[in-house]
């Protein structure tokens, strides 16, 4: 009621405004006043309101200010994130420096240098040294703010140092799942073609291949069989038909990989990453030990992703199809981070950064930080726990749109997104 109030004082205050113009326009009329005679009143008038609107302008700005300066984002919880504060606030100091100065010309001189009949403009139809000058400036602050940023990116994308701690995030519509290595501190070699309700990641073990190829085959003998004795309308046979020519590709082509997987073995011995991905964690949980570098990978199954971590201040898309990479090392705990915001709530968060899809909006996962004791604990811990599968989790069905994994109209949970990928 109130707002209808307000947009009604408001639309009557526009309207009279108008009429009150239009009364002006009629009188200097009748006066027999043309329009662009401007009186030197008039020019004081409006050069004083510059001013007026100049330092309104200021005024507001600086409440904007104040009163978002809370909003912002809390104090940045890794060695990575208080150099890129640094990065942004040296920005943001340029242009207050531009800002301020630009501003308070414009409205200064708007006020100052109004029309006079005494007085002519000076014209300097060109400048040298103005135009050096002012090519020069900027172009010399830029690469200042790019070789800084650049510095920074790399101290983001950079190769971690050979001890840091692995992590892999997987992202998919619409959740993430973290995957850490087992005891043999290596992770595994994934393939797409092996993904199932079991194997989410698509890790690469001899159990995985030969799961997978029993799978398939299963899945081609009983379409055969259909194809063989049901009765099917023509239509629906040729899509079968269809299905099964794909699941032979597919298998075919596991069956590549399994030959590939056997070489690598047979050359690298333990180096080869066929032989971690047994033991290797996938769960539903990020945890990180505090003031531990930090190596993550990132994959996507489905479209593109982007993992953020916002109090850690990074950012690195999803892309099917390649693994990405950043690094960090996070140096406030979770606890401390309560102690600091306040809040015993509070959660560092991994979200997508990137509109993927209707439930984009949820796609996102708590990241706790702990001591390196703490740590070691929840690994011992997860390493117990046997993974629960994706599609348990509630109320996902519903959000996935056709053609992701989630499409079991090709009679298997992996085939549809996968194959029709691949042709
Ligand atoms: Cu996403």
């Given at each position: ?22 009364v002006?326009e009629?009188t ?28 309104a ?47 308070v ?11 006079s ?31 800084y ?40 070699a ?40 049901a ?37 690298k ?74 809040d015993q ?22 990241l ?17 726990k ?24 090709g009679g298997?949970?992996?085939d ?8």
């Amino acid at each position: 009621m109130m707002k209808l109030l307000i947009l009604i004082v408001v639309v009557l205050g526009i309207l009279a405004v108008a009429q009150l113009a239009r009364v002006y326009e009629l009188t200097a009329k009748l006066r027999g006043k043309r329009e662009e005679d401007i009186s030197p009143a008039d020019n004081r008038f409006n050069g004083r309101m510059m001013w007026v609107f100049g330092i309104a302008y200021f005024a507001f700005f600086l409440w904007l200010v104040l009163h978002y300066k809370d909003k912002m984002l809390p104090v940045a919880a890794s060695e990575q994130g208080v150099e890129t504060d640094w990065l942004m606030d040296f920005n943001w100091w340029i242009l207050l420096v531009a800002f301020v100065i630009t501003n308070v010309l414009l409205f200064w001189f708007s006020g100052k240098y109004i029309y006079s009949k005494d007085r002519r403009a000076y014209w300097q139809p060109h400048n040298n040294k103005l135009e050096l000058a002012w090519t020069i400036a900027p172009a010399a602050v830029l690469a200042v703010i790019i070789i800084y940023g650049l510095q920074s990116w790399n101290n983001i994308t950079s190769p971690a140092s050979p001890d840091a701690l692995v992590v892999e995030l997987y992202a998919r519509q619409f959740d993430w799942t973290a995957r850490y290595p087992g005891n043999d501190g290596g992770l595994g070699a994934t393939d797409f073609r092996l993904i199932n309700g079991n194997n989410p990641l698509g890790i690469v073990t001899k159990e995985s291949v030969a799961e997978r190829i029993a799978e398939l085959d299963a899945e081609i003998n009983s379409a055969d069989s259909l194809l063989a004795h049901a009765i099917l309308a023509a239509t629906k046979e040729h899509e079968l038909s269809e299905q099964v020519g794909r699941m032979r590709r597919n298998k075919t082509r596991i069956i590549n990989l399994r030959t590939i997987m056997e070489l690598d073995i047979a050359e690298k011995g333990e180096a080869s990453p066929y032989l971690h991905g047994a033991d290797d964690i996938v769960i539903k949980e990020f945890n990180l030990p505090v003031r531990k570098e930090v190596k993550i990978l990132i994959r996507s199954q489905d479209v593109i992703h982007s993992a953020y971590l916002p109090h850690m201040r990074i950012q690195m898309n999803a892309v099917p199809g390649m693994t990405t990479t950043m690094k960090m090392v996070p140096t406030i705990t979770t606890d401390s981070m309560r102690t600091i915001m306040a809040d015993q709530e509070f959660n560092f968060i991994l979200l997508c950064n990137k509109i993927c899809g209707a439930s984009h909006y949820n796609m996102q996962m708590p990241l706790v930080v702990s001591t390196a004791d703490e740590h070691k604990a929840w690994m011992a811990e997860a390493m117990k726990k046997p993974f629960r599968p994706m599609a348990e989790k509630e109320g996902d069905d519903k959000a996935t749109p056709i053609g992701t994994t989630n499409d079991t109209a090709g009679g298997c949970a992996c085939d549809g997104g996968s194959a029709s990928l691949d042709e």
